[in-house]
């Protein structure tokens, strides 16, 4: 149990354009999803945390208008690259929260890797 | 969140075991200590959490130290497959977002 899936896996676009990637879970329902980027080398930094039916919660230097994330059911979230530009290119990996006990554990989706040209 | 410290990397012989350190000397009470592995182009694989006393799962073993500010990592038969970066990432009860630092790149040595 426990998975979580994205799509897709990896997509090409042109700068300019507009670019969805879904994050779902698949066997558990989550109210909290999270949306991390990772470069080339680096660790994964969190852009924001998605709250199902209200808005996300965006960290500090990313921008909201920029990254649009949807979270409208207890199993997807979706993030939006609006206008790409080629330093949007990275690794977008979501991960969603689930409650075990008394603690809570993230599981994390495989990833979508976004090439801007 | 409190910050972790771990080696940049470590290598091990296959089939050996493998004991990855994590310093944690802020950790507050509430705090739980997790651990995720990343393989090239992946995303974090879930490898085990604890809060207090010792734990393990078919995957590995986690040791915490008595005053929580340190816990090990054991791999007890490390393979090719486990070669990865694994993170060592603490969390609020509340289960707020993990904040990644840069891991320990482990290499397994046939």
């Known amino acids: 149990g426990a998975v979580v899936s994205q799509h897709p896996s990896r997509v090409i676009c042109k700068s300019g354009t507009s670019v969805k990637i879904e994050c779902r879970s698949l066997d558990f329902q989550a109210t909290t999803m999270f949306w991390y980027r990772q470069f080339p080398k680096q660790s994964l930094m969190l852009m924001a945390t998605s709250n199902e039916g209200s808005k996300a919660t965006y960290e500090q230097g990313v921008e909201k208008d920029k990254f649009l994330i949807n979270h409208a059911s207890l199993t997807l979230s979706t993030l939006t690259v609006t206008s790409a530009h080629p330093e949007d290119s990275s690794f977008y990996i979501c991960?969603?929260?689930?409650?075990?006990?008394?603690?809570?554990?993230?599981?994390f989706g495989p990833g979508t890797r976004l090439t801007v040209t | 969140d409190a910050k972790t410290t771990q080696p940049n990397s470590m290598e091990s012989n296959e089939e050996e075991p493998v004991h990855l350190p994590c310093n944690h000397s802020?950790?507050?009470?509430?705090?739980?200590i997790h651990w995720y592995r990343q393989l090239p182009s992946q995303g974090p694989e879930y490898v085990i959490h604890?809060?207090?006393s010792n734990v393990n799962n078919r995957m590995a073993s986690l040791a915490i130290a008595e005053d929580r500010k340190s816990s090990t990592l054991i791999l007890h038969r490390a393979t090719l497959r486990d070669a990865a970066v694994y993170y060592c990432?603490?969390?609020?009860?509340?289960?707020?977002?993990?904040?990644f630092g840069p891991g320990t790149r482990l290499s397994v040595l046939p």
């Open positions: 802020t950790i507050s009470g509430t705090d739980y």
């Open positions: 990432i603490l969390s609020i009860e509340g289960g707020q977002n993990f904040v």
């Open positions: 991960s969603a929260r689930l409650l075990r006990g008394l603690s809570y554990e993230q599981y």
């Open positions: 604890g809060l207090t």
